[in-house]
């Protein structure tokens, strides 16, 4: 064969190549777009980003959807201006709306620099609002430009780090519940150079990530190419593994939600038919309860005893168990929990709450909000509420001092309000602050309990009636 022919068949053969690598991206967000919606892609300024920016802009004559790029500035390095100048100068070429956001990574997070970098980078695209006529919105995918290579890599970090089957799914090419697109999931970082020098895309080489000091470039530069002496199609086959724990995964998702749905009730989970199932089952569910929660995962350790604490412990321990939410990375933000506790044989996952004391004055108001976020409203009506012919004029707001005697019944005798609460079946953590409304010294309204007896009004009296809604836990 001439060497012009071989030359043509070569470049026959590259330019299939291409064509299949920008079809391949096409059907993929045909699928999964409708028409117009904002894409938000974000832009390192390195070859995988920067190829996915030429790939997006080219499909975007095809596909109806607005692209916006976002460059996020950590500053770690001397030439992060530069690499923030050069995204500039990208877009730009292809005329694209870029945003470049600052961040700034605490260097001593227990995260690792790594882990930091890529959580600030994340909060930055999901928080992101983009320009739309008039007002501004959050795009409808964030989209990166994750590949093979990738998610081969993930997939062996995750393995040292001894994690199990949703962690081992490494990354999925379609997240709905983030919003998330991966649409070079399946192509190898090979292929994208190959792309982006035939077709002359520019990029930039970030210096960190040859520095074996971090994680991942220790697996790309130091094991990978060792196993690769073995197993030449390592890659490929990592990321095939990936895909069938992703699958594996979703099972243990459905059995979870079958098993929930029995168990759940307004996101509190009923502990008496936790206990019924296989211990397997039960740590499946409390993962899947977790997850749904936003709740960073606590470690196989760390679940039994929460499992343990949760289904053995007498029936009137106090279980206080603070469990870390996704997305608390450094001393700039006040990490965030939710708290577990149990009630009467359900656990109940809530939000820190306001601890504040009050006492607060009510003159006439239609509404009045604690500060925990409940409100108080008031209306007037006849036959219910607080009689007005006691000139309820002024009322006195106030959260539980201890030793409050209180008779909404004429036909039972006057008992501790710490009795009726118990016996109302109001959970601990909501009776401290749940708000007493006084009249003068006597003590006229406590929410789900009902009225002091002798301010109630008559059938056909004047009436100011009490509502409470309480802040969501």
């Not at 998610?151 to 970090?157: I, K, S, V």
């Not at 996952?349 to 006439?364: C, K, Y």
């Not at 016996?423 to 006597?442: G, M």
Request: glycine share 4%.
């Amino acid at each position: 064969m001439s060497q012009k022919k071989s030359k043509l068949i070569a470049s026959t053969k590259a330019a299939n190549q291409e064509d299949a690598l920008l079809s391949q991206v096409e059907t993929f967000l045909s699928r999964q777009l409708k028409p117009n919606q904002h894409l938000l892609l974000g832009l390192s300024g390195g070859l995988d980003s920067c190829v996915l920016l030429h790939l997006l802009a080219a499909i975007q004559h095809k596909i109806p959807f607005h692209l916006h790029v976002m460059h996020v500035h950590h500053g770690l390095s001397a030439n992060a201006d530069a690499w923030a100048e050069f995204c500039t100068v990208q877009c730009a070429l292809l005329n694209v709306p870029l945003q470049i956001i600052h961040v700034n990574i605490d260097k001593n997070t227990k995260l690792g620099i790594e882990a930091a970098a890529r959580q600030l980078r994340y909060e930055a695209l999901f928080s992101s609002k983009l320009p739309s006529a008039s007002k501004q919105i959050l795009p409808d995918f964030v989209v990166t430009a994750h590949h093979q290579d990738d998610q081969a890599e993930t997939l062996l970090l995750q393995l040292f780090r001894g994690a199990g089957v949703k962690g081992l799914a490494s990354m999925a090419a379609i997240d709905q519940p983030r919003r998330l697109l991966r649409p070079l999931l399946d192509v190898s970082r090979l292929s994208l150079q190959d792309y982006a020098e035939r077709q002359q895309i520019k990029w930039c080489d970030d210096e960190s990530n040859t520095d074996t000091h971090y994680e991942r470039n220790f697996i790309r530069h130091n094991v990978m190419p060792v196993l690769e002496t073995r197993y030449p199609a390592l890659k490929s086959v990592l990321a095939r593994s990936a895909s069938h724990l992703a699958e594996a995964n979703d099972l243990l998702d459905a059995l979870a939600s079958l098993d929930a749905a029995k168990l759940l009730l307004n996101n509190n989970l009923c502990l008496q038919g936790l206990a019924e199932l296989a211990m397997n089952r039960v740590k499946n569910v409390l993962r899947w309860w977790f997850a749904k929660n936003q709740l960073a995962m606590p470690s196989s350790e760390y679940l039994t005893e929460i499992i343990d604490q949760l289904l053995n412990s007498k029936a009137d321990a106090n279980i206080n168990i603070q469990l870390i939410l996704n997305g608390q990375l450094n001393q700039n933000i006040q990490t965030q929990y939710l708290s577990l506790k149990r009630f009467q044989k359900r656990a109940y996952l809530l939000a820190e709450q306001n601890t504040q004391a009050f006492d607060l004055l009510w003159s006439g108001e239609a509404e009045l909000t604690l500060p925990n976020g409940g409100k108080l409203q008031f209306k007037q009506v006849t036959g219910a509420g607080l009689a007005l012919k006691f000139g309820m004029t002024k009322l006195r707001i106030t959260n539980r001092d201890g030793g409050e005697r209180f008779k909404p019944n004429v036909l039972r005798p006057t008992r501790t309000l710490k009795h009726l609460l118990q016996e109302a079946n109001i959970p601990p953590w909501k009776r401290e602050y749940l708000p007493l409304v006084y009249w003068h010294d006597t003590l006229a309204f406590v929410p789900n309990i009902g009225l002091a007896n002798e301010l109630q009004a008559g059938e056909h009296e004047l009436g100011l009636q009490i509502t409470w809604q309480d802040s969501p836990d």
